[in-house]
């Protein structure tokens, strides 16, 4: 693992970022399209103690869907409206927020005019009433509601723009403002978590939108658990005082950068910055993250048997003065003609890629279901109890069970329950979009060091530093000393 210490000549109590780079530097020379693949972990601590801007850090919007369908039944409501209060509520003095009913159209019912208002005792207790008296009734344009949240933070000066999103139907007017539209236009302004509640709603559409805002999609199965789910959510985001942090990928000659992307602890799409290689992420606390990088690379005219520089990976904040930065890392690649060694993949790699077949099974279970095709939905599902058991993540077989009798979790044997709906399905997409965190850091193979490889986990020790090899290999990939002729 390669560790990122933070720059020297920083001020104490500064907020430090960090980052660490897990990979497996063996690429055959000849393969067809050779890909690096990397997990990038950037960290960021300090947050609560360094203090934050002069002024409000966060500005938030609260979206309460108040389509018709939100009136039965009525606890369905009843907690929308509990849940916005628990949320005001947690908002300091000072802050930008705004309340939003959606229906057909987006409408501000706190403050009582299209902007908004400052937390404050007086503030906050007016939103309460509002929210409490606001009634369901109309459609569904979750585009009209985010477009009408993007205007109303634009209006402020907060680092940290955030929207609350409660829904329980899917986007049934997107003819009066369309939701990919909208999604582009808010793409970089604020972050958006979303909410499903009651049976109606869409996971993949929430994904859709909480990936692009760089947010999580999450759902309640009891209305009375929202409250709940919104004060812990609100203590969360109370500790993010970053607004910003900057990857930057610089590759070298002949390599390009296919992709990075979030995979934990959700999945959130990344765009580079036009004609560069920087990615922007959004709002941050005491936290890790970690990101997918994928770099395709020629080995046309490469030396074989050395550490070649593939690409620098950078962690920055804009204005970032009160940050520590870690230093730049280098991803590496290391061309063989030994299939013992590139046939191997990073720990971390694996488990999140792992972690994305478990997500296509669930889906494609899910599509299955819908069109009545129990037994290929039994089947994905069993496929996905099988991922699962291989990841040793025990919250996955849960949240699998109740969907299925699990029979026989190594082999994905299990039986769909008779009693299971449509809606279970969509609990379970949203679920499984939290990743878990993976190999603890030091358990991959990291930047060019051996570790132990997926698969039967053989290894030799090497006699010259003592460090595991796979049992194939012909030198040892972490010092270079050449062993001698095995049977």
């Not at 660490?20 to 690429?27: C, G, H, P, T, V």
Request: aromatic letters at 4%; a negative charge.
């Amino acid at each position: 693992m390669a560790t990122g210490t933070p720059r020297t000549g920083e001020a104490a109590g500064q907020v430090t970022a960090g980052l660490e780079i897990s990979q497996w530097k063996y690429l055959s020379g000849e393969a067809d399209d050779p890909q690096m693949h990397a997990i990038l972990s950037v960290r960021v601590d300090g947050t609560g103690s360094a203090g934050g801007p002069g002024g409000p850090v966060l500005a938030q919007v609260l979206v309460m869907d108040c389509s018709s369908s939100m009136t039965w039944p009525v606890e369905k409501l009843h907690a929308a409206q509990q849940a916005a209060v628990a949320a005001i509520r947690k908002l300091p003095d000072g802050t930008p927020f705004a309340v939003v009913r959606g229906s057909e159209e987006a409408t501000v019912v706190y403050p009582d005019t299209p902007r908004t208002a400052r937390a404050s005792a007086y503030t906050r207790s007016r939103a309460e009433r509002a929210v409490r008296e606001t009634v369901a009734g109309g459609g569904t344009c979750i585009g009209a509601w985010l477009d009408l949240s993007r205007r109303l933070l634009a209006a402020q000066d907060a680092p940290i723009g955030h929207v609350l999103l409660l829904t329980d139907g899917k986007n049934q007017h997107d003819e009066h403002m369309p939701l990919a539209r909208v999604l582009e236009e808010c793409a970089g302004r604020f972050v958006c978590d979303a909410w499903g509640i009651g049976d109606g709603w869409d996971a993949r559409e929430l994904l859709g939108i909480t990936r692009r805002l760089h947010g999580s999609a999450s759902s309640v199965r009891a209305e009375a658990a929202l409250p709940g789910e919104y004060e812990q959510l609100m203590n969360r985001l109370l500790t993010k005082t970053v607004p910003e942090l900057v990857i930057s990928v610089s590759a070298m000659p002949g390599c390009t950068v296919r992709y990075l992307k979030q995979v934990f602890p959700a999945e959130a799409e990344l765009s580079a910055e036009e004609g560069t290689g920087r990615f922007v992420t959004r709002a941050w606390g005491d936290e890790v993250r970690r990101y997918q990088l994928c770099l395709a690379a020629d080995p046309s005219g490469r030396p074989r048997r050395e550490d070649l520089q593939l690409a620098v990976v950078a962690v920055d904040v804009p204005g970032g003065d009160a940050v520590r930065l870690p230093q730049p890392q280098a991803c590496l690649v290391h061309w063989t003609d030994d299939p013992a060694l590139s046939r191997y993949t990073d720990a971390q790699v694996e488990h999140f890629e792992q972690h994305q077949r478990l997500g296509e099974a669930v889906a494609a279970a899910t599509d299955a279901h819908r069109r009545g095709q129990r037994d290929l939905a039994e089947q994905q599902l069993g496929r996905a109890v099988r991922i699962a058991h291989d990841m040793g993540a025990e919250e996955q077989l849960a949240r699998l069970a109740r969907l299925v009798r699990i029979e026989d979790a190594r082999g994905g044997r299990v039986t769909l329950r008779p009693d299971v709906a449509a809606v279970d399905f969509q609990h379970l997409i949203t679920a499984s979009s939290h990743s878990t965190y993976g190999p603890a850091p030091g358990t991959g193979t990291g930047s060019g060091a051996a570790g132990a490889a997926p698969g039967d986990g053989a290894t030799v020790r090497c006699p010259a530093c003592s460090r595991s090899a796979p049992a194939g290999a012909r030198f040892c990939p972490s010092c270079g000393h050449r062993f001698e002729a095995r049977p």
